[in-house]
């Protein structure tokens, strides 16, 4: 390998902006943010024209059966496990443009900038872009990375549908995918994730990196209640079943059980729907999903008994029938020490102010921690706005994020740790 002092070795920030802008441009939305959901024609398009950059780059290519696509730069040594990057190109529905985006456009930037170098690692190098992280089409986040890493079944991945009741089957096969490929969980040495931060912290202590040490527990909760559907106008008020009044009880208590767990707990509601939607009639269904995420397992443990207990109790208080029921949950990880190192001594090396953090968001390298060594670089978000068409981060920051991603990755592959 060539000696690249640390003082000249660099991505080419210019070129990655360049690449992300592009990217933006698929599925790009009025207000300036992107639409790329899980396996439509946008996402299929948005990883063609990575593929066609990676392999641009010298990286041989493949997609396995459950969508995962890999771009592999060979290192001097085959035989070894690479070391991986990498994140997703779907986005929301009202996305931005970098979110899971930025971690994929980067790996191939710390390749594209070691090419430029005549740099060659012991180690291959792997970029991984994980299917349907987002889990808003689908509702499964970080599909393929489950199942690549077997925390989820194949079949049961295939058999997710959408709105429209599309499968994620007939999705794939719609795309062309070949389904008879192999799911390959080769070993894999290390795995890095850079990622915007998706929250204010980094931004309002002024650092220009988070050293990612883990990722909070999260469950996603589905509740229904079943009531009557009546006309709003004769039926009395105390002759009514009517499921809204569950929600009007369960919404005070569960915040004052976040509030209790204050400042690390969080819960959200959303996607309250009620059938049918007249507001003439008093309705005969309700559903809403609950989100519950804290970084400490006891207290993730008892918010998510307090919650279920209230819901239970309101059903009962109101005498109607219904249930809370999970749908889909990530335990929270510890990254390994070694890979947290590499970060932290990369941005040491390159003089940047950064703090250790727990990340807030489920990410694929949750489910990869689970089988391979893992950390996550974090950079700054404008505001902490993601999952919103408004997300932006600095071109400064996204190189410097970069930056520390190719020095952690070259520390790892070269064995230096």
């Known amino acids: 390998m060539p000696d690249i002092s640390t003082d000249t070795l660099r991505v080419r920030g210019a070129r990655l902006w360049s690449r992300l802008m592009a990217m933006a441009e698929i599925g790009a939305t009025e207000q300036g943010g992107c639409n790329r959901q899980a396996l439509t024609p946008m996402d299929f398009q948005g990883r063609e024209l990575f593929a066609r950059w990676a392999a641009a780059a010298g990286?041989?290519?493949?997609?396995?059966?459950?969508?995962?696509?890999?771009?592999?730069?060979?290192?001097?040594?085959?035989?070894?496990?690479?070391?991986?990057?990498?994140?997703?190109?779907?986005?929301?529905?009202?996305?931005?443009?970098?979110?899971?985006?930025?971690?994929?456009?980067?790996?191939?930037?710390?390749?594209?900038?070691?090419?430029?170098?005549?740099?060659?690692?012991?180690?291959?190098?792997?970029?991984?872009?994980?299917?349907?992280?987002?889990?808003?089409?689908?509702?499964?986040?970080?599909?393929?990375?489950?199942?690549?890493?077997?925390?989820m079944p194949l079949a049961d991945a295939y058999a997710l549908e959408d709105r429209e009741g599309r499968s994620v089957r007939e999705e794939l096969e719609r795309a062309g995918v070949d389904l008879s490929a192999a799911i390959e969980r080769r070993p894999v040495k290390a795995a890095f994730e850079a990622h915007i931060e998706q929250g204010p912290v980094l931004e309002q202590l002024a650092k220009r990196i988070g050293i990612v040490t883990a990722v909070q527990h999260m469950s996603r909760h589905e509740v229904v209640v079943i009531g009557q559907e009546a006309h709003a106008g004769p039926t009395p008020m105390d002759l009514r079943r009517d499921p809204v009044r569950v929600l009007a009880d369960v919404l005070p208590a569960c915040y004052a059980a976040a509030a209790k767990r204050q400042p690390h707990a969080r819960l959200t509601v959303a996607v309250i729907e009620t059938r049918p939607s007249s507001p003439n009639t008093v309705p005969g269904f309700l559903s809403f999903f609950l989100d519950l995420r804290h970084p400490e397992t006891s207290h993730y443990q008892s918010l998510r008994e307090e919650v279920e207990g209230i819901v239970r109790t309101a059903l009962e208080h109101h005498a109607l029938p219904g249930h809370i029921r999970c749908v889909w949950q990530a335990q929270g990880v510890s990254f390994d020490p070694k890979c947290v190192a590499a970060v932290r001594d990369a941005a040491s090396t390159l003089a940047c102010e950064a703090i250790d953090m727990v990340s807030g968001a489920g990410h694929d390298s949750v489910n990869v921690a689970a089988v391979a060594p893992s950390a996550m670089i974090f950079v700054p978000c404008a505001g902490g706005l993601s999952h919103n068409e408004a997300e932006s981060a600095s071109a400064e920051d996204l190189e410097t994020g970069a930056n520390v991603l190719m020095h952690a990755m070259l520390a790892v592959a070269n064995e230096k740790i």
Request: proline fraction near 5%; hydrophobic fraction near 40%.
């Open 59 to 151: 990286c041989s290519v493949r997609v396995d059966a459950i969508g995962n696509l890999f771009a592999r730069r060979a290192g001097l040594d085959e035989s070894l496990p690479p070391v991986m990057t990498g994140s997703h190109l779907d986005t929301q529905p009202t996305g931005g443009k970098f979110d899971g985006v930025y971690g994929v456009l980067a790996g191939l930037e710390v390749i594209e900038s070691l090419n430029d170098f005549s740099i060659t690692t012991r180690h291959p190098l792997e970029i991984a872009v994980w299917c349907n992280e987002e889990g808003c089409r689908f509702p499964a986040a970080m599909m393929g990375s489950a199942v690549w890493s077997g925390r």
